[in-house]
């Protein structure tokens, strides 16, 4: 596993899902130093679950996550949180979190909490794919996609903590309509704190990179060069127990059906030994020329 990182990309993702105590149940969000205008959803999303989580005794992780993506975030300007209380059971929390920003809602936000318990277990089984260290980087390929010159520095948005290794590589890069799912192993490139609640959090950043693109495969459309307005209406995360992921973690999406501007994509998140830790849910905005 590679050394801590203290000062370089994956500490800033750190910090950006470190919300700041304003005030009783009231937060703000870093702003992030990636050149976006509008604010990546994910972002959003963990950090309201951050804010929530502050609210919630430590021995309770977080099983699940609702987003309603209202309106586009100002990426250049801090997110306020107000995080409400809406229970506290003997064995779940219940929060809901409202994302302003100018003084508007961007985001509802309602997020789960749960003891640790054990029961009956199952799981899907993780799908046979390549090991990541055999795969190219996702950045390379957008970059000989857009620039025709692979090997040059990657684009300033992708040069950051996060690393996206597809198992089918070019499928976002090409025009041809294909079976619309994929497979993805990502991880932060550098070692994180020993903290379970970040690595959830970045987990549910993560979730947001990739599931909408999904949806667009089954389309003559190229993901990464096409023109198109898309964005993420709702998103849902359900983390089914603890997972490292500065380690190799795999993605497995599909979208089962897209119409009337919107498309739904679904994924599934594998540890490398083949444990499902996470379930993902999302429909998009899909305006495609």
Not at 271 to 283: F, I, K, M, N, P
């Amino acid at each position: 596993m590679p050394p801590e990182d203290t000062s370089g990309p994956a500490a800033n993702l750190v910090r950006l899902l470190n919300v700041e105590t304003l005030d009783v149940d009231l937060y703000r969000g870093a702003v992030t130093s990636e050149p976006w205008k509008r604010t990546f959803g994910g972002q959003v999303a963990g950090q309201a679950l951050a804010a929530a989580a502050r609210t919630v005794a430590p021995e309770r992780a977080p099983h699940s996550l609702h987003a309603y993506f209202m309106r586009g975030g100002d990426a250049r300007q801090p997110i306020i949180y107000q995080v409400f209380r809406d229970r506290d059971g003997g064995s779940f929390s219940s929060r809901r979190v409202v994302a302003l920003q100018g003084g508007k809602p961007i985001l509802n936000f309602a997020a789960s909490f749960h003891v640790r318990e054990e029961g009956h277990a199952h799981q899907f089984p993780m799908p046979e794919v390549p090991p990541p260290e055999s795969l190219p980087d996702e950045a390379e390929l957008v970059l000989a996609a857009e620039t025709a010159a692979p090997g040059a520095p990657p684009p300033p948005g992708l040069r950051g903590a996060l690393e996206f290794r597809p198992v089918e590589p070019g499928l976002r890069q090409d025009r041809q309509p294909r079976p619309p799912c994929q497979h993805y192993w990502f991880r932060v490139k550098a070692r994180l704190p020993d903290d379970p609640l970040l690595h959830r959090v970045i987990i549910a950043y993560a979730s947001d990179a990739l599931l909408l693109s999904t949806a667009v495969l089954a389309q003559p459309v190229a993901w990464t060069t096409d023109p198109r307005h898309v964005a993420s209406l709702d998103h849902s995360v359900w983390l089914h127990g603890d997972a490292r992921v500065d380690d190799w973690l795999l993605y497995s999406m599909d979208s089962p059906w897209s119409g009337h501007a919107r498309g739904l994509s679904r994924g599934l998140i594998f540890t490398r030994a083949g444990v499902l830790v996470a379930s993902t849910a999302q429909e998009g905005l899909l305006r495609l020329p």
